[in-house]
């Protein structure tokens, strides 16, 4: 374990934003302390740590908050730099960046429409999705990893897709993850979940399967919430 | 209008855009604070060029820096890019300490979360209420008003002295911003709510590495017309 300070860690057990900090975390061995948030009912630490967003994960570093994961995760490679996560030449943590960004920018929003559509939107959702699938699954051609033989930043902002969008697609009972249409993207799902610091590190997946249909009933039914 | 300049032997540098975007704007000061030789390859308005298509096949948006042919996009990024490679010309754009670095990031993140999706509402290049965007602009200058006085007073810029990541990020919608204020009759930058930030913007758009790219107000708002045309 390497220690470097306080370190404590807000969070929320089934939030795929909380769990890729906790990656980096684990990769670099650093020692860490995690509070539990309630997201129905926020602590005062977490409105006073983060008044902006009041989201998860803040993390603390000797008393300091860092929100927002992205910066959560550059703000870890650059404090503790052995095992970096982010590659050393400019041109490669462009690449590094841009797909992390995509994966915010795109990816999310298009899970997020095939999960809560209906009927005749279904197909079209399902399309978008498939195109982002379609442009990882390119980029992953030849390689184990996003950042290459190893798990980098890209990895740990994508690694929610091995995961979570599986869970997606059995509450919402949809299935894209084919792995004649995205043969690399589904390997690196494999890959992405042996890596022992992943691996040890995911929530429950029935646990997390039963809180995201509670999520799913809550948003169809008040929709504009 | 942007300012092209020489770029030194062996650098190619193509930034491929259009002056009137706030993304490219950002791009072509973080050059100019680096003294780095670029060429604009003009976007035509309504038209993706090819080589566009083919430097940014994923997004197909500008701007596109192209750097000795390699393509890196989205603006932000393109401007840490810029940092990294040409370290040690010109001024440091994002901070050395790595928690003013999170600080530099939270807020551009914040900005691009809130600016593109209420300022072109505004010029009617997106649809959405307009009431919703007016009010989102108003939450966040005053949260960069905020931020300035608790980081930034007595300094000229939030990067301190010279132009930094927050600058870049910010000023850059300060064109569009005051075409906006021009054409609802609303004062975003006021000297009474944000006395530091008019301060801050009249350093910014005066800087050396900023007079010549930030687009003209008034060409803005001609601009603008071909979005009113359309609705």
Redesign the interface.
């Known amino acids: 374990m390497v220690s470097g300070g306080e370190v404590k860690l807000f969070g929320m057990w089934a939030s795929p934003a909380v769990r890729r900090v906790e990656w980096a975390l684990k990769l670099k061995g650093i020692k860490y302390e995690y509070v539990e948030e309630d997201i129905s009912n926020k602590s005062g630490a977490l409105v006073q740590y983060n008044p902006i967003n009041k989201q998860v994960p803040v993390l603390l570093h000797n008393g300091k908050p860092i929100v927002e994961s992205l910066v959560i995760l550059e703000y870890i490679d650059e404090v503790w730099k052995h095992h970096p996560i982010l590659p050393k030449d400019p041109y490669e943590r462009a690449m590094a960046r841009f797909w992390a960004a995509y994966s915010e920018d795109k990816c999310r929003d298009a899970v997020r429409r095939v999960f809560f559509a209906e009927g005749g939107e279904r197909a079209k959702a399902i399309e978008c999705l498939e195109e982002t699938l379609r442009a990882l699954d390119g980029e992953l051609e030849g390689k184990e990893f996003f950042g290459g033989e190893n798990i980098g930043f890209s990895d740990l902002v994508l690694g929610w897709m091995a995961f979570w969008l599986g869970v997606s697609e059995e509450v919402a009972s949809f299935e894209v993850l084919d792995p004649k249409k995205f043969p690399w993207f589904t390997s690196w799902i494999d890959n992405f979940l042996q890596v022992p610091a992943i691996k040890e590190n995911l929530p429950p997946r029935d646990k997390t399967v039963a809180f995201f249909h509670g999520y799913r009933r809550l948003h169809l039914a008040a929709p504009n919430c | 209008m942007i300012l092209e300049r020489m770029a030194a032997a062996g650098e190619v540098v193509k930034l491929v855009g259009s002056w009137g975007s706030p993304f490219v704007v950002r791009v072509g000061i973080a050059l100019h604070l680096k003294g780095v030789g670029y060429e604009l390859l003009q976007e035509e308005f309504g038209k993706k060029s090819e080589i566009l298509l083919k430097s940014n096949p994923?997004y197909k948006k500008m701007p596109v820096l192209i750097?000795n042919g390699?393509p890196?996009?989205?603006s932000m990024?393109?401007v840490?890019?810029v940092d990294?490679?040409w370290a040690s010309a010109g001024p440091s754009i994002l901070p050395a300490d790595?928690?003013e670095?999170?600080i530099a990031?939270?807020w551009a993140?914040?900005i691009d979360d809130k600016l593109p999706s209420a300022v072109p509402i505004l010029i009617g290049a997106l649809e959405g209420s307009k009431e919703q965007a007016i009010e989102q602009i108003f939450t966040t200058v005053q949260?960069l008003e905020d931020a300035f006085t608790k980081c930034c007073k007595g300094k000229s810029f939030f990067g301190g002295e010279t132009i930094g990541y927050i600058d870049i990020a910010f000023g850059s919608w300060l064109g569009g911003l005051k075409a906006v204020e021009k054409m609802v009759g609303i004062k975003f930058i006021d000297g009474e709510k944000l006395p530091l930030l008019v301060g801050w913007a009249e350093r910014f758009c005066s800087n050396d590495a900023v007079v010549n790219i930030m687009p003209q107000v008034d060409m803005l708002i001609e601009f603008s017309k071909v979005f009113q045309k359309k609705n």
């Open positions: 994923v750097h390699k890196i996009c989205e990024i393109i840490e890019y990294e490679v790595p928690y670095r999170a990031r939270f993140a914040y949260l």
